[in-house]
């Protein structure tokens, strides 16, 4: 008997429909689905299906295994080909291409009892073919309708190849730049990684709301990781987080509650413990906050092996009771551990595990199957042709170009050293490891992106300027990790004939990524030594820093003259550099991580808290502050910074109250923002704000609200933020989420550290509101 639409008889079908019994209450979250795919008989479909099935094949659609054709994990010894054959095995990841999924699909739906159509998943983070900027880099633009853009080519590629569902978007929260995985995610700010977690979901599911999805050129989303992966102790992955709620409310967890407003299909827990329970165990995050406070009705996957590791963890004594505690904290799925198909039948049969908790888990990933429309054509996704022709077409290299330029950011410009222009005529020496490097420039998880496609640095600066006054001198100098006199005398000798150079230094991409943890997170030894060597010629000095997260730049600030952090840009990287040297494009790239002054202070973001002895900037050398004695506590480059070709002014900051109410209330702040350079430019225009008391202590600044404002040299605009009375709510020390009555700061600024064209205002409550 198949299930499958195309060998399930009509007989069957009218059979399977008029069998289905409506369900009981708050069984399922298919309503909120339903209303998505516009098929009210989607809870029906999916109960005809559970009635048939026996407990092991519900178990089975539970369980996930990995194909291994690349490996982000442990890889799991057992061959899943016998559970498959048994219609046992619920998604399979790492398989790709259309040709190898259908092989396995036809098996799933063919070759087994029900036929029910296998789910196909994959790491598209940031592109499948064409490669994107880092997710971390692309957070540098702020430009949320490009983010949704990648997003959506991500899906359009791996969605023609076959694949159904990716993990992403990393949502985690990160301040520790040791951490690998830092390039993964958008940063340090709640409020702007929430805005990006929206943006990315909408941009892989088709739609807000999730009312694409199924289409064939949507991917499923995944919220991840589940909770505070970000805030692991000393950077080190899979480390324990310990975090007061408090914190973990109010910090980390609004930006998987934003990508569940989204309508993000599936959740993916953390390996990371919190507070003593790791995620994967813990029923108070996956079930009484994401199904109770959050209302979340897509399904709840494992990341890779980690119901496994419940035992090393410590609270469980062996797999079995691994696999129970998993399911009945909310796990729905199972991936590549094979935990719940070896243990779940048992604990069921021994009380351990209701029947009930199986069939919720198996019936809301039948329900995303359904709405995918597997069911309907489990080969719906799989056409050579389609596939064809949506990989690396020349609009999806555009956008990936205009990525590259627009997640750029320009730490430092000294005597306007940048652009180059086309008619500068300027010889330009080209040195460093990464200048003629293609292997390096896509950055970890990397989808099946050909790294030899990528256009190194060294070809996008000489297409840039041929047939141009300017001329180009190139030697290598070092590699990432080694140098000799004699590559160093030739970069010297390069540099001498030059008017400028530019080095392209950073870090290999493997150094980020998952348990890709450093502490040493400046620019190799070697690469220094180049540097100091390049730098001793007397030669004006530019410094294109690659790498996957915030590096300790102090020494590079102090002795290059311009800095541009590009992170590793993907596919089109050295076309898109290339585009802002030679002022084509004008950086507008602003920061979403905090670039530490040394690793010693790590961890380091803008919205801190104050103390009881706070320091006062002008004079840190006070005793008895909450500072260091040999450095400064401030950031080398803080959230929110980035240059400009070109300079801005902020100034008329105003409201149109001076109080609002505490509930359902809001103001309007205006500004006008003026290009006071001569070249047009881009400017990030950020809202930030401080409570300045509250019955919990409250961040010395948070972001509210942001614009990127496009104008012309000389151009002045006015621009204008709505700013809601629960954009002011926050939770405290009773566990609830409000707007208290107190007096307030807002500044519109250029970035965090920016104190100038601030405004204060007050909330109040309704019976106090003036």
Known sequence: MKLSVISMTGVLA?????????????????????????????????????????????????????????????????????????????????????????????VAVEKTRLGIPILFGQDVIHGYKTIFPIPLAEACSWDLEMMRRTAEIAAIEAASDGINWTFAPMVDIARDARWGRVMEGAGEDPYLGSRIAEARVIGFQGGA??????????????????????????GRDYNPAELSEHTLR???????KAAIDAGVGTMMASFNEINGV???????????????????????????????????????????????LAVNAGIDMDMTGATFIKYLSQSVREGKVSEEVINNAARRILEIKFLLGLFDNPYRYLDEERAKQNTMTPEFMETARKA??????????????????????????????????????????????????????????????????????????????????GKIAEAVSVARRADLVIAAMGEDFNWSGEAAVRTDIRLPEPQRELLKALKATGKPLVLISLSGRPLDLSWEDE????????????????HGI?????????????????????????????????????????????????????TSITPLYPFGYGLSYTTFSISNVSADKSSIRTTGDKMVVTAHVQNTGDIDGELVVQVYVRDLVGSVTRPVKELKGFQKTALKAGETKQVNFELKSEDLAFYGTDGKKKTEAGD???????????????????????DNAR
């Open 14 to 106: 009218v059979i399977l429909f008029a069998s289905c019994g409506s369900p009981s209450a708050g069984k399922s979250g298919v309503g909120r689905w339903v209303s998505y795919s516009g098929d009210k008989d989607v809870e029906k479909r999916v109960d005809s299906v559970l009635a048939l099935m026996t407990l092991e094949e519900k178990i089975g659609q539970m369980t996930q295994f990995s194909a291994n054709w690349s490996i982000t994990g442990p890889v799991m010894s057992d061959d899943f080909k016998p559970y498959l054959e048994k219609g046992l095995v619920g998604s399979i990841f790492n398989a790709t291409s259309v040709e190898g999924i259908r092989k396995m699909q036809e």
């Open 209 to 234: 709301d999730g009312k694409a999805l199924g289409e064939l050129h949507t991917l499923l989303a995944t919220g991840k990781h589940l909770a505070a992966y970000g805030a692991a102790e000393s």
């Open 250 to 256: 109010n910090i980390y967890l609004p930006p998987y």
């Open 278 to 324: 790791p995620a994967t165990a813990d029923k108070w995050l996956m079930t009484d906050i994401l199904r109770g406070e959050w209302d979340f009705t897509g399904f709840v996957v494992s990341d890779y092996t980690g119901i496994n590791e419940l035992v090393p963890h410590g609270v469980a004594e062996d797999e079995k009771q691994a696999a129970e």
């Open 404 to 485: 590259v330029t627009s997640s750029v950011v320009l730490l430092k410009n000294d005597n306007r050293l940048l652009p180059i222009t086309k008619e500068s005529g300027k010889t330009v020496a080209l040195i460093g490891p990464l200048m003629n490097d293609s292997i390096n420039l896509n950055g970890e998880w990397a989808g099946l992106g050909d790294r030899n496609k990528s256009v190194p640095i060294l070809k996008g600066l000489m297409e840039k300027y041929r047939d141009t006054s300017v001329k180009l001198l190139f030697a290598e100098g070092s590699s990432i990790t080694g140098t000799t006199p």
């Open 559 to 574: 002795n290059m003259d311009a800095i541009l952090q590009a992170w590793f840009p993907g596919t089109q990287a050295g």
């Open 578 to 630: 290339a585009d802002v040297i030679a002022g084509d494009y004008n950086p507008s790239g602003k920061l979403v991580m905090s670039f530490p002054r040394n690793v010693g202070q790590i961890p380091i973001y803008y919205n801190q808290k104050n103390t009881g002895r706070p320091v006062d900037l002008s004079n840190e050398s006070t005793d008895y502050k909450s500072n260091y004695l040999d």
């Open 744 to 766: 307030f700061v807002l500044w519109v600024a250029q970035s965090s550290a920016d104190n100038s064209n601030r405004i204060r205002f007050s909330a109040n409550t309704p």
